[in-house]
């Protein structure tokens, strides 16, 4: 994940008072913490051996010979991987907004974009596990002969001196590097996290956080697919990405809501909060396929004229932007950082 995690103060009031167990008793703080501990626990560590299995078959299907997707052998090789890549990016983005605030540096080398690793120099050897890495590092070598165009000319006018074309392996040692090196780093990534995902690592306050930065993430995939930028460029595959992460936020959520819920000013940010992930839920399932509509040839982000705003696009953009604004009442990132604060009372980024 690239978004800060904010929160701001705002103050609601609201009644109910949920009572929990037969015996109606209420449970404490403590109580709902540890239940929410092993929800967290329990859910994020099978995404994440969800991932580590994708990887692994993703591997088991690499050839180890220079790829020719002329032969039918290497073609269907190639489906495989690109297929269990895919459910890669499910179960991380089911998972980074709770794993990611907590273990920041294997978000980075798993899921940081092509730019963010060279900053610093070109990857002189894209089939290692220097340089570039992750699933995007993976993504950009599958999905070589699949780059809009679009987002080749952008590359290479913003990193002119660290761009390095995609391809895929055209040498048996690259081919072999690819599987047992560059794959193999991010089996071994995905496993540390696993490994580490402990219910003393877990930080009930910063993964709540977590949720309020996967929603500001929605809001810059979209931004940047106007220009081509977005996460998952190259296999072109932005709805997709938007549908798992919105279902991540709203998995990771649902944890959270009988505590929420117990509280006396918790019932309407919770109302606005589902209302609106459920309204997001409905407008994702109404776009076609798993890209990101066309943008329209006269978008602007800055001011866009209202018959952009009328098209698909618009209309995505639109929705999500105001769903991530934190100053607007009533939209997700709004009623969130007011559940941290005012709701729960939970321990903020810089305490």
């Known amino acids: 994940m690239k978004t800060p995690y904010r929160f701001m103060i705002s103050a609601v009031a609201s009644a109910g008072l949920a009572a929990c167990g037969d015996d109606n008793k ?10 929410i501990t092993a929800g967290m626990q329990s859910s994020i560590t099978a995404e994440l051996n969800n991932l580590i299995q994708a990887a692994k078959d993703l591997q ?27 459910r890669t990016r499910v179960a991380y983005e089911h998972v980074e907004g709770a794993t990611a605030p907590i273990f920041p ?22 089939f290692d596990a220097e340089g570039v890495t992750g699933m995007h590092g993976i993504e950009r070598i599958l ?16 990193l002119p001196t660290s761009y390095t074309a995609a391809s895929y392996p055209t040498s048996d040692a690259d081919a072999v590097s ?17 490994d580490q995902w402990t219910p003393q690592q877990i930080d009930i306050d910063f993964a ?81 396929g798993d890209s990101i509509p066309d943008v ?32 607007k009442d009533g939209s997700v990132v709004f009623e969130m950082n007011l559940i941290s604060t005012d709701v729960l009372d939970l321990k903020q980024p810089t305490e």
């Open 105 to 126: 540096d294997l978000d980075a080398t798993m899921d940081a974009r092509y730019e963010d690793f060279v900053e610093g120099g070109p990857d002189d050897n894209v």
């Open 60 to 86: 088991t299907a690499a050839p180890t010979h220079a790829w020719d997707v002329s032969v039918a052998a290497d073609a269907s090789a190639l489906v495989t991987m690109k297929a269990a890549w895919q």
């Open 208 to 288: 709540f956080g977590g949720l309020v930065g996967l929603m500001n993430e929605q809001g810059e995939k979209v931004d940047l697919a106007a220009t081509g930028e977005e996460e998952s460029r190259y296999a072109n595959l932005t709805m997709f990405d938007l549908r798992n992460n919105l279902d991540g936020t709203k998995k990771i959520y649902d944890l959270f809501r009988p505590w929420i819920q117990s509280k006396a000013n918790g019932a309407t940010p919770d109302a606005a909060v589902e209302a609106k992930l459920s309204a997001l839920t409905t407008l994702y399932a109404t776009i076609p």
């Open 296 to 327: 329209p040839s006269t978008w602007s982000a800055l001011n866009p004229s209202a018959a952009d705003l009328m098209t698909s696009f618009g209309t995505l953009w639109k929705a999500v932007r105001d769903d991530v604004d934190e100053t």
């Open 178 to 194: 690819f599987k047992t090196v560059l794959v193999q780093k991010l089996i071994d990534d995905a496993t540390s996290l696993r």
């Open 26 to 35: 209420t449970e404490t703080d403590a109580e709902f913490r540890a239940e």
């Open 143 to 158: 999905f070589a002969a699949d780059i809009r165009p679009e987002v080749i000319a952008r590359e290479q006018e913003h």
